[in-house]
Structures are given as structure tokens and as C-alpha cells.
């Protein structure tokens, strides 16, 4: 896989993260959200992104907060 490839499913990994983070939120599944918090959290996010997972997490519930 080339580069572009490998960023791109980097990409689409931590864009469905969030999509499913916001679904869990909204169906008030708290295992679900502490599910997918663990993974911003965890060497495996830094594997996909050079972003700060904490971060990330901070941002999306500001978000979700103001929805």
C-alpha cells in the first residue's frame, strides 16, 4: 500500500471512531463510549495518527455538548 493508502485508512479508522462515538453518545451506550474512549487513549491511536487522542476526546464531547 503507498502512502496516501496508509493515511487514508488511518483516516477512515479514526473518522469512524468518532461517528461511532457520537452514535454511542446519542443512544446514551456508556459501555459503547468507554469502549471507544479507551481506544483515543491507547498506543493503537498512536499508531494511526500523530493527533493527541486526549485532545480528540476533548474536542468531541465539546462538540456533543453543544449539539
Do not use: P
Not at 7 to 12: D, F, G, K, Y
Not at 32 to 59: K, M, P
Amino acid at each position: 500500500m503507498n502512502d496516501d493508502g496508509y493515511h487514508n485508512l488511518c483516516n477512515a479508522v479514526i473518522i469512524q471512531a468518532i461517528k461511532d462515538h457520537r452514535s454511542a453518545v446519542r443512544k446514551n451506550n456508556k459501555d459503547e463510549v468507554e469502549r471507544i474512549e479507551r481506544f483515543f487513549r491507547s498506543r493503537y491511536f498512536s499508531f494511526y495518527s500523530d493527533l493527541d487522542g486526549e485532545d480528540v476526546l476533548r474536542r468531541l464531547k465539546k462538540y456533543e455538548d453543544n449539539s
